[in-house]
Each structure stands twice: as C-alpha cells, then as structure tokens.
C-alpha cells in the first residue's frame, strides 16, 4: 500500500528570489555574478561600525511589483529589522530582514493542477531581506573560503501557506514563480546560480484529517525538479515514521542532489532565538497610493491574462495559449504579429514551429530574432495565398529572410523559382504523365482503392519539385482519375 492513501501531504514553500537590481539592498556595491570573490564589499557591506545602510528604491519598487502581480496587499508603513544570529559568511552578525512585518501580505498564485485545471494556492507574505555571503568548502583542504560578494543582494521571499498538496503542484508551483519574476523583470530566475532558491516545509497528516501534522522543512533546494524530488523522498520517510508508531520531530534538512535523498542539519528545539529589533540605522519607510499606484500602472499584462485572452479571444489551444504565455518576449512577439494579421492560428504555428526550432537551432533567444513581425507575416500569406507550401517556406524561404532582413519573402520565393504553379494546364501535363507511368495503380484506385490518391499526388509534386499547389493538384487528379 503506497503512503498516499493513508496520508495527506502538507507542503508550504519559501522561495527566496533575487531582485536583479544592479547594487546591493543597502549600499552601492554590484550584484553582479561571478566577480573575482570579495571585490563588491564596501564597509556597508561588511557592516563596519559607523557606515550608514540605505534602502535601494528599486528593490522596493520590485516587491511590490510581485506583491501587485500576485494580488497581494501592499503594506504602507514599512520597516527592517535585524535578524541576529553569528555565521561566519555573517560579518555583521546580524541580517536585515522583513520578518514581521512584510511589504506584501496574502495574495495568491495560479498553478496547474494534478488534473490539469487550475487553482489558487494562497501566498502568506513576500518579504525583502538582504542575502548572507557564501561559504566555499570544496576550494582547499582544510579551510572553508568565504565570499562576501553576495552579502547584501537583495531579496524577496514569497512564503506560502500550508496549501500545496503534492510534489507534483509544488513542481508547478516554483515554475509559476520562476516563470513571474522573470516577466517582470524582476529576477533572472537562474537557479544554478541560486537567483532562485527554496524551502519545502513538508507535513504529513492520516487522510482526510484537518489538523496539521509535524513538519520538516528542506533548505536550499537549487532546481525545481529536485523540490519534487525532495518532496517525494521526505513524504515517504515521513510515512515510515508514522508507520513504525512514532512522532515526527520539527527538523530542518538539507537535499542532497547526488542521490536524491535529504538528511538532518538541526533539530528545531536547537533554533536559534534571533532577538528581532527595528534596525535602528535604518529609516522606516512610507510608501504613499500614488507611489504604489505608478509601480502597478508600469505591470505587463500578466501570463495568466494574456493566456486567457489568447484562448478566450483569438480561439487558440490551450497548449498554443500556454506556450506562448510562457516568456514576455515572445508574447509581445506573438502579440505584435497579430496586429498584423488576423491569421492567428498561423502565427502561433510559426513561432512555437519553425520560428522557435531556428532559435533553438542556432542558441539564440528571441529577443535577438532578426525577423520583424511584418516579415513573418509575409511568409505567412504565402502559405496562405497558395503561392508556396509551408514546408518549403519555412524550411527555405526564412532562413534566407531571417539573414537578409530588407528583402521580402516573395522574393527570395521567386528568385528561388519556389513559387508554386496554380497554372492547371501545367498541372495537368504532370498528372498525365503520372497517369501513363503507373497504370496498374491507376486501376486498382479505380476499383474502389481510393487511399492511393495519396501516392498520386506525391508523384505529381516530386515531377513539379514540390511547385505544384496541393489542393489544386489533389482536385485535379480525382477527375483525371474517374476518366
Ligand atoms: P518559519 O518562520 O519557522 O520558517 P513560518 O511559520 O514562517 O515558519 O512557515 C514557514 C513555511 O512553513 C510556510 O510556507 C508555511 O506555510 C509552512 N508550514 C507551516 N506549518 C506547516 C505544516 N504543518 N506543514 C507544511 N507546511 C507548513
Ligand atoms: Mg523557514
């Protein structure tokens, strides 16, 4: 019997993400990744006694962006407090934090289900705090290296409730979040470079039951398909415990990606007592209703929205609308396309087809596309004028579009002599010649064997070097053949 019919999975997430402003929460030193260690840490950074931290407006304006995007009431009256505890990436000894008192309360995020609808999972807060430096253990033998450069980049923390219900949401959860902050320009979500880092607290309770079991909670997983993992694996370990009769203690592990399994690090009875006060080198903060309501009139439209719309209003798929709801580039892509053709099944066949395999192709995003909406839609009506068939246009054609980006579509089609011959007499001479060359075939499709007409046509356009209008052809054919 597996452990899901006897218990239901408790899951809450703490996603901690970091803003992509260019310098630090609290001082002027970059953010930048993989600088030469210790080189973006300014005495603020380090917390010398005497230096004065001041907040980064930008870091402001992108939680609240989050908060608005996740429908999250926005706190006005806002301040830091310090979080004290000693770690030797912790200079200070203390970290600035939100943690009482959140910039964004509530709110919520949409994620796909098990069953493939969606639901709302409910958020708690997202909160702004500054990042520790980075402990390195594997650089020498017998001492760990510290790196301050990430001291003090600034991040949100958007904390969930205890409404997520298998690992398989918690996996659609984190892409969710990966996905928004990315929209709004807000994080690169990179997760191997820990831009994007989570915490799965995880409880199991006998089914059905409305009373929260005991959790544990898993730090630092760094991909979302190990927050799946580490889920599955402490789900189950759970389950044994419970199984063998025993109580589940308040812990605090870590995943380890080398075999999918966690293990221990503290026990929650050893936490710290972290003695938060308001820092006192720190104003407090007003945000006034104009200020917030500047960030919310900047917001893109959202995914969700746009997916919406796309589905709702231009009647595509709901895989086409997802996909291309996926990345702000390419829905404004999308979008600018179709202010130019009402064509909108084409276009999103173009650029979720051809358009996405030529960037995948040659590793560029599309923001670095040099094919404008206009030109797009110019191999689109070729397709649709009949005048060229879509795999040669897309395979032929906006290559050479995509390179010579003044020329146009029709063109390069016949300067290539791709244009395709709707000329019938033409068309009839190839037919006939088919007809002659496979007489055989030509009376066993007369007796009833009507499937052949497929054969047919593929002969007719291999003579017309795929020229030959199809439809014409395939019209063409069926009365030369009941002759
Ligand atoms: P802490 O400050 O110790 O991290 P919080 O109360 O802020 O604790 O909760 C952290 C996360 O744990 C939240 O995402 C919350 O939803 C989740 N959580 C709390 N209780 C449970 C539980 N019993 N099972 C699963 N998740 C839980
Ligand atoms: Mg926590």
């Not at 500047?294 to 997802?322: F, M, R, T, W």
Request: glycine share 6%.
């Amino acid at each position: 019997m597996s452990w899901s019919e006897k218990y239901d999975v408790v899951i809450g997430l703490e996603v901690h993400a970091q803003l992509a402003t260019i310098s630090k929460l609290f001082c002027g030193d970059s953010t930048v990744f993989g600088a030469k260690p210790n080189t973006h840490v300014s005495p603020i950074t380090l917390g010398h006694p005497g230096t004065l931290p001041k907040t980064n407006r930008k870091a402001v304006n992108y939680a609240i962006r989050m908060g608005l995007a996740c429908s999250c009431e926005i706190e006005k009256d806002n301040y830091f407090a310090r979080k004290n505890y000693f770690y030797p990436d912790l200079p200070k000894g203390y970290q600035i934090s939100q943690h009482t008192t959140p910039i964004c309360k509530g709110g919520l995020v949409r994620i796909k289900t098990d069953n493939g609808s969606f639901r709302n999972v409910q958020l708690n807060r997202i909160h702004l705090e500054e990042d520790a430096g980075k402990s390195i253990h594997d650089l020498d033998d017998h001492y760990t290296c510290i790196d301050l450069n990430r001291a003090g980049t600034p991040l949100i923390e958007i904390v969930t409730e205890p409404d997520i219900f298998s690992a398989e949401e918690a996996y659609q959860y984190v892409t969710e979040i990966r996905k928004l902050v990315r929209w709004l320009g807000i994080c690169d979500g990179n997760m191997e470079e820990g831009s994007l880092r989570c915490d799965a607290n995880i409880s199991l309770k006998p089914k059905g039951s409305n009373k929260l079991g005991t959790r544990v909670e898993v730090k630092n997983v760094n991909s979302i398909r190990n927050v799946k993992k580490a889920i599955e694996f402490e789900a189950e370990r759970l389950a044994a415990i419970l199984d063998a009769g025993k109580t589940v203690q308040q812990q605090t592990r870590s995943f380890d990606a080398s075999n999918d399994t966690t293990f221990a690090i503290r026990d929650k009875e050893e936490a710290n007592d972290y003695r938060y006060f308001p820092d006192p080198d720190l104003a407090p903060f007003h945000l006034t209703e104009s200020f917030i309501n500047s960030i919310a009139a900047e917001l893109p439209v959202l995914p969700n929205e746009l997916q919406e719309k796309y589905q709702n209003e231009l009647g595509l798929s709901q895989y086409d609308a997802h996909q291309l709801s996926e990345e702000l580039a390419t829905s404004n892509y999308f979008n600018a396309v179709t202010e130019l053709t009402d064509n909108y099944k084409a276009s999103a066949n173009w650029i979720l087809g051809p358009v996405r395999q030529w960037l995948h192709e040659y590793h560029l995003s599309i923001e670095q596309l040099t094919l404008a909406p206009e030109k797009l839609v110019e191999l689109l009506k070729l397709v649709d004028e009949g005048k060229v068939n879509f795999s040669v246009c897309s395979s032929k054609i906006m290559p050479l579009l995509i390179q010579n980006s003044h020329s146009t579509a029709l063109y390069i089609a016949e300067s290539l002599n791709l244009l395709q011959v709707s000329d019938t007499s033409e068309i009839e001479k190839w037919i006939e010649e088919v007809i002659t060359k496979m007489p055989d075939k030509v009376t066993e499709y007369q007796k009833g064997k009507k499937g052949l007409i497929g054969l047919f046509v593929g002969e007719v356009k291999k003579l017309s070097k795929g020229k030959a209008d199809p439809k014409i052809v395939t019209d063409l054919l069926e009365k030369a053949l009941q002759k």
